[in-house]
Structure formats: C-alpha cells, structure tokens
C-alpha cells in the first residue's frame, strides 16, 4: 500500500494551533499573574482573550489526530493503522509522564498528565475502534462527548473516577508525590474518536469538503448558541449578563469549561476550528505554520523547557529574581507587573526561534541516508 498523501490544509491548522499554544505557555512563563485570565473579576479584556483564543489548541490537536489516523489507514491497512496507534500511544504517555511533565516543573515532583497524555491514550483506544464500523465509531464518540456534563456532580476521590471524567489529583505512595490530571479522558477519547470517524471528508474533492466543513462548523456554533443562550445543557456554571458592558457580557457567554472540557467548550471551539480548515484548505498554505505543522511533536518535546529557561533568565535579569513560592505564598520579583505587551514580543521572538529549530529539524530528518563505503560492499 502506499504513503497516505498530506492534506496542506491541516498541517497549516495544526501548525496555527502550535503557535497559538506557545502563546499561552509563552504567558506563563513571561506573564506570570496572581489572578486567572478566565476570572472575569479580575482580569481584563485583553489577558481574557489572549488566554481564550488558546482554546482552540487541544480540541483542534485531538480532532485532527483522529482524521490522521484515518488517512493513515487509508495507506497501510487496518492492522499496520492499529499497530501504530498503539506503539505510538503508549510511547506518547511514557514521554507525558517523564520528560514532559519534568519540562512544566524542571523537577520531578508530580506526574502532569495534560494533551499528550489524552493524545496518547485516544490513540490506544483507538487501535482497537478501527477495527469496528466506522458508524459505530461515530455512535461511540457521540456516546462519549454528548452526556459527559451529566456526570458534573458526580464527586469521588477514586483514581479511576479522576482518570476518566473528573480531573484533580491522585496522590502515590512512593517515590513522586502523585499525578496531576489536567485532562481527564471521556471526551478526548470521544474527540479523537469523532475525528477518526469524519476522515473521509479529507479524501473529497476541496469543494465539496469545503462545503461540507462550513456547514459543520456553523452547525457546532448554532448549537452552542442556543445551548448556551437558553442555559439549556452543556457547561458547569450558566451564563448570566454580567452588568459590565457588552465585552465582559460576550466575555462571560464564552468562558466554558476546559477542566474538563464541556460539551459547549467543544462546540465552540470545534467550530472555530473546522470553519478555519475550510479556509487554510482553499488558500495558499502559510509557510511557517505548514512547518511547525508537519513536526508538531518536535515543537511540543523542545519548547516548553525552553520557554521556561528563557522566561528565568528574562526575570534574573531585569528584575533580579524569578517568581518563585515562599512557603504557601507565590512571590513575584519587586517592582514587576504583568505586561501583555511583554507577552506578545516575547511571542514573536520565541515563534522565530521555533521556525529555524524545526526547519533544522526537517532538514535534518530529510538529509539522503549515507552511502556504503565501497570496502563495505565489495
């Protein structure tokens, strides 16, 4: 069987998602803030959206690793598909749980399972749905995305319960203090699994996947719409105007839940993300987002231990020390102040690090196997 052929369009959609997910990290590490974006009684318009539109991120990756799972098998075959995912998979939580988890800390004191880890074990899952219908896959990820918020006030301590629906922390006995579970699995698994099911849209004629994109998407965002509008079902917390103006009112409407991610957080972004496929898809491809698009594990692996090296030594040396906990207390560097400004340079600056990092890196993956000395074959 042959190479599945790449898809311009989603490479340049994952390649925007990576960016905008160093946007955020980039934040925590060089906007360090004693008050959450999300917290509409203490941020403001521009530190809300910035942390809003990173949204897109992890519903956007999840998705489009089930569609390239699909394209995959296409290639290979069913059971070289199913092999993959599950080496992949399992070879993705080995990395979420060691290297990955030591970068957010540069230590080692707890396990952080967050995307990588719901990345790895969808794919697990997934190994064994190829081999079923592919409707059935489709029922499955429906069964798992639509009736999770039923389960919101269902509380337990229990590790399985955390694992799968929950999120919080589950404390070890030896060795590491325990596992931080930033991104429990029913509906990531539903997500990838939707993803897997939606994969022959990425084989139609570009105007007709076009086409069926844009309705898609308009579809996800009048649900969302409506279910949030009417508080009918879908989010934690309902939404109410907020007596602060039109931007904090709008800001209130969107500011769903992604600890775990809600049924509303998935509509919302999972529209905003298959309405801008439909635009990368019939547009010249960006560049630098193709690129960060085709190694978008090479950039997740390097980038946020050096992110955070960098924002330390941006700290040490303008303020002459680096936010850090004193006891219980988190003591930010005298005379500091969180700046947006200060966000979005060090952005820009640390995008164009990445862009020669990973074209090295492509070069360096692409360089011709070297050739036999001639003693060695004669």
Known sequence: MGKAARVPAIDVLR????????????????????????D????????????????????????????????RGTASGIPALSRYLLTRGLMLIVLEATWISFSWQLAYDIMIFQVIWAIGVGMVVLAALVWLPRPVIALIAALLILPHNLLDQV??????????????????????QGIFVRYPLMPWI?????????????QAAPPRRQRILWITAAMLLAGFLLLR?????????????????????????????????????????????????AVFDRVRPVGFLQLFGRVPMFFYVIHIALFQVLGKIYYQLRFGSTPHFDGNSFVLPKGYEPSL??????????????????RAWVAYRQRPAPALAE????
């Not at 939404?239 to 904090?248: E, I, L, S, V, Y």
């Not at 400004?341 to 990973?358: E, N, Q, R």
């Open 375 to 378: 003693s060695a074959i004669t």
């Open 229 to 277: 509008g009417f508080n009918v079902y879908g989010d934690p917390r309902d939404w109410a105007p907020t007596g602060r103006g039109p931007m904090f009112d709008l800001m209130a409407f969107v500011n769903v839940e992604k600890y775990p991610p809600s049924l509303l957080y998935l509509l919302v972004t999972g529209g905003i993300g298959l309405a801008l496929l």
């Open 341 to 358: 400004p200060v966000v979005y340079a060090a952005w820009i600056a640390l995008l164009v690090l990445m862009y020669f990092l990973c």
């Open 155 to 176: 509380k337990s301590d229990s590790p399985l319960w955390i694992l799968w629906h929950q999120s919080g922390f589950i404390p070890l006995q030896a060795g590491i």
């Open 15 to 38: 390649g925007l998602v990576i960016a905008l997910m160093a946007l955020d990290h980039v934040r925590d590490f060089f906007g360090v803030a004693l008050f959450a974006p999300e």
């Open 40 to 71: 509409l009684s203490a941020t403001s318009p521009g530190w809300f959206w910035t942390r809003w539109v990173t949204h897109l991120c992890a519903t956007t990756f999840i998705l489009l690793a089930g569609s390239s799972a699909y394209l």
């Open 190 to 202: 539903g997500l990838m699994a939707a993803g897997y099911a939606i994969g022959p849209l990425f």
